[in-house]
């Protein structure tokens, strides 16, 4: 049971470039949430997904799209990086929305320069 | 608007002494709250949470952390800090609707 991972761990961008992050649970979890985390301003959510093929905006939407066509995988582009999205990237799911406990993967650390 | 709030942003303890981690929430109804514990390079783990069941809730390696509804307060303790413990936390809430709100976070210095 290896519980939720990230692909990759770390990775570099030039500007303008774009990336796909791949998030897997094994935990059969109806939820799952891309969050950034950022110094000093704890972590933000991104994007969620309530179920295999649904997906939503959360906090800080803009220049992320995401994709849920398996219900274990939840993937995360940036269509064209920019610096701003310098950031460590967390991947969670859970049972249900509001009560249950997340469980997030690593991490993935990008640089855009 | 829904927000948590951590009153310190660093707390340093020497090992031995008791641990204090604070958090103040914004109320409008019950809440349900989260500490998690972040450890350098890692992803986030549960530490405790509160979901009505009881205010003094019991959480892993000897944590714990009271709800007052009266102060809106929902703050993380420990008798006795660990070298261990050396880590960022994280209070949460959630309030419906998915929506999960994080605190800035709490970095524990731990001396021996």
């Known amino acids: 049971n290896a519980g939720v991972t990230q692909t990759p761990k770390f990775r570099v961008l030039k500007t303008g470039q774009s990336m796909t992050l791949l998030c897997a649970q094994d935990?059969?979890?109806?939820?799952m949430y891309w969050y950034r985390q950022d110094p000093g301003m704890g972590l933000r959510l991104i994007h969620y997904s309530v179920g295999e093929g649904t997906t939503a905006k959360g906090e800080v939407p803009d220049g992320y799209n995401v994709s849920r066509l398996k219900k274990q995988n939840f993937l995360l582009g940036l269509e064209s990086a920019a610096p701003s999205q310098t950031s460590v990237y967390f991947c969670?799911?859970?049972?249900?929305?509001?009560?249950?406990?997340?469980?997030f993967g690593p991490g993935t650390r990008l640089l855009v320069l | 608007a829904q927000s948590v709030t951590q009153l310190d942003s660093h707390v340093s303890v020497s090992e031995g002494t008791p641990v204090l981690l604070r958090c103040n929430y914004s109320s409008s109804y019950s809440p349900s709250l989260f500490w998690y514990v972040q450890h350098p390079n890692k992803g986030l783990q549960l530490l405790l949470k509160y979901t009505s069941a009881a205010t003094l809730v019991k959480g892993i390696n000897g944590f714990e952390a009271e709800f007052k509804k009266s102060e809106t307060s929902f703050h993380l303790t420990k008798p006795s800090a660990h070298m261990s413990d050396a880590a960022e936390y994280f209070c949460v809430r959630n309030t419906g609707g998915f929506k999960t709100i994080f605190g800035a976070g709490t970095r524990l210095f731990v001396k021996a």
């Open positions: 969670a799911s859970s049972t249900d929305g509001r009560q249950e406990t997340q469980y």
């Open positions: 935990m059969n979890h109806e939820y």
